[in-house]
């Protein structure tokens, strides 16, 4: 009789089991077929709770899974949330002006010689602290550290994780009247005397005495390495607090590091956001597509991309449909809106919510 009533519970075991592992596998399988589409947002104070909670209902309704804020408003972020949406910090890194206020030796300095704390390259705003000072890794990870004690805030995404553009998207040279075909020394960062320091002792050759540094392949790995060393700080922060790391990085891999330094694929993060943006590049719609495929091919799986869509590019409704398409086709999870998101995006979005069996 004990026997039997041991089998009894084993096999009751046995079952439990089974209905466990099959709703816990159904859940994950209906996760792994949805796609996740997300969209930034700078908050604005004047709005209402009442007009949020319809926005962001709307927004839920259409397949949006969550919402990068370029600012803290408890309010955005706890509305966003109560509508079942993720509620993410979206955080300047690199470009911050408000820090070289207090310190501008922070700042980074073009091989001009001329410091973006009084010297800012294109635009006033773009006021760029160096990522080989100990002091500004500190204090990053410090103002992640703060903005993670947050009970509201989900995640952190990063945004000018990189150095300074030095050469622009080529659609933006009429805009400030200049023409890029070689990397210009007033665009041109960091030389300040951490950075020269820090390649010297790494790589036993002093900056200054290297006649073409445009074409070093050690100085640029030196600076792809800096700008990985702040997120590898940031990333530890955010393992600690339980919370993801994401980061909005340029189109593809190769235009990361020619552009601005940026070797994301190398970066520990828990989703990439490249901005596809085709119209800066002056490309048509189906490059989105192979800005997927080429960032799928240098993340390898590590983690999943969703293509950075930018609504002024497209010139009409189905073209954004196409550039949807284009991305998820080749592979993204899921697209991350940037611009008006008016209700025929939204109609639009709500159509490629589940991929296809």
Not at 29 to 44: A, F, G, L, R, T
Not at 91 to 102: F, Q, S, T, V
Request: contains cysteine; glycine residues 6%.
């Amino acid at each position: 009789m004990k026997k039997l009533l041991n089998t009894y519970r084993l096999l009751a075991l046995v079952f439990a089991f089974t209905i466990i592992s099959c709703n816990s596998t159904n859940k994950e399988s209906e996760s792994d077929n949805k796609y996740k589409h997300w969209v930034w947002i700078n908050p604005q104070n004047s709005d209402t709770e009442e007009e949020l909670t319809i926005r962001y209902k709307k927004y839920h309704d259409a397949g949006i899974a969550g919402i990068f804020f370029e600012a803290d408003s408890e309010k955005h972020f706890r509305t966003a949330k109560a509508q079942g949406l993720e509620a993410h910090r979206w955080m300047w890194i690199m470009n911050r002006g408000d820090a070289l206020k207090e310190h501008p030796e922070w700042a980074a300095v073009s091989r001009k010689g001329e410091s973006c704390a009084d010297h800012p390259p294109y635009v006033d705003y773009y006021r760029w602290m160096c990522p080989s000072r100990p002091e500004v890794a500190e204090f990053l990870v410090n103002d992640v550290k703060n903005t993670l004690a947050k009970d509201y805030v989900d995640g952190i995404h990063m945004d000018y994780v990189r150095f300074s553009d030095v050469v622009l998207a080529v659609n933006l040279w009429k805009v400030y009247d200049i023409v890029q075909t070689e990397e210009l020394p007033e665009y041109d960062f960091c030389y300040c005397g951490a950075c020269k320091a820090g390649f010297k002792e790494k790589y036993h050759q002093n900056i200054d005495s290297i006649q073409y540094p445009t074409q070093s392949l050690s100085w640029r790995s030196y600076r792809y390495n800096a700008v990985t060393n702040i997120v590898n700080q940031i990333s530890e922060v955010a393992k600690a607090n339980h919370k993801p790391l994401t980061a909005a990085v340029f189109p593809t891999p190769d235009v990361a590091k020619r552009l601005v330094m940026q070797d994301w694929t190398n970066w520990p993060l828990d989703a990439v956001y490249p901005m596809i943006y085709h119209g800066f590049y002056k490309e048509d719609v189906p490059w989105i597509g192979d800005a997927v495929k080429q960032g799928l091919r240098g993340i390898d799986g590590r983690f999943p991309l969703y293509a950075g869509l930018y609504m002024p590019d497209f010139k009409n409704n189905q073209e954004i449909e196409e550039g949807i398409k284009y991305a998820l086709q080749n592979g993204a999870s899921g697209v991350s809106i940037f611009g008006d998101l008016n209700d025929d995006i939204l109609a639009i979005l709500s159509k490629y919510r589940t991929k296809p069996e």
